[in-house]
């Protein structure tokens, strides 16, 4: 699997979009970006995923940058319980396992 | 989103004693489920993937007669701490992967809430 890098840390207003990058420069044709989250103490939480296009569901939406090295994960509108370890995971379908990085630590403040 | 139970949520045990942890997909069956831990402060490890009637794949590194693992119905993957230690305490977390669909949809995970083992 194609490794990826997050910042460490990052900060949002409540109420603000949250907006998470990923760097996967070396992501092959056939790989799909995951986007997981976890809460403290908590299993983690499928988010979404992409190939190439950009994608939206009801809890946030994926960006893919159109050479696809890189993403945002947007958050539209952030609250308290979106603080979490946000984590980006590139995966071929054939290859099954996920390699979790260090994640993205989002602390949303009031 | 699918549903994954993991049982017990916690657990403190004495050591030398095994403890079983159980995944279950509630409304979906998985072929291949997967095991971590975590350390605090940690991301997740992968220790093994657990595939349906045959034997699990194990990470290097990880001791495959201490952490047995059996999988044996579409919806059941038991994870055994064997002759568990202080050093096996950690949080102990299953996923199932949601399998036999198109494209990317398949290779989404679904994770149990995770069990904290702490061994004495």
């Known amino acids: 699997d194609a490794k990826t890098t997050q910042p460490t840390s990052m900060d949002c207003a409540e109420g603000r979009a949250a907006n998470l990058p990923c760097n996967h420069s070396t992501i092959s044709g056939n790989e799909y970006v995951y986007w997981y989250r976890q809460i403290h103490s908590q299993g983690p939480q499928y988010i979404i995923h992409g190939l190439k296009n950009n994608e939206t569901n009801e809890m946030a939406s994926l960006i893919i940058t159109e050479d696809r090295k890189s993403s945002t994960l947007i958050l539209p509108h952030a609250t308290l319980r979106d603080t979490a370890v946000y984590y980006c995971i590139v995966s071929d379908t054939n290859a099954g396992k996920s390699t979790f990085g260090d994640g993205t630590t989002l602390t949303v403040k009031p | 989103g699918a549903v994954v139970s993991q049982h017990p949520s916690w657990v403190i045990c004495k050591s030398g004693t095994s403890v079983k942890i159980e995944c279950r997909s509630l409304?979906?069956?998985?072929?291949?489920m997967f095991w971590y831990r975590q350390f605090p402060k940690q991301s997740l490890m992968l220790m093994a993937t657990?595939?349906?009637?045959?034997?699990?794949?194990?990470e290097q590194g990880v001791e495959k007669d201490k952490f047995l693992i059996n999988h044996a119905s579409l919806t059941l993957s038991t994870l055994t701490v064997t002759s568990a230690h202080p050093e096996d305490s950690s949080f102990y977390i299953c996923?199932?992967?949601?399998?036999?669909?198109?494209?990317?949809?398949?290779?989404?995970?679904?994770f149990g809430a995770g069990t904290r083992l702490s061994v004495l």
């Open positions: 409304d979906f069956q998985a072929t291949t």
């Open positions: 996923s199932a992967r949601l399998g036999g669909r198109a494209g990317g949809t398949k290779n989404i995970q679904y």
């Open positions: 657990s595939n349906e009637g045959s034997k699990a794949t194990y």
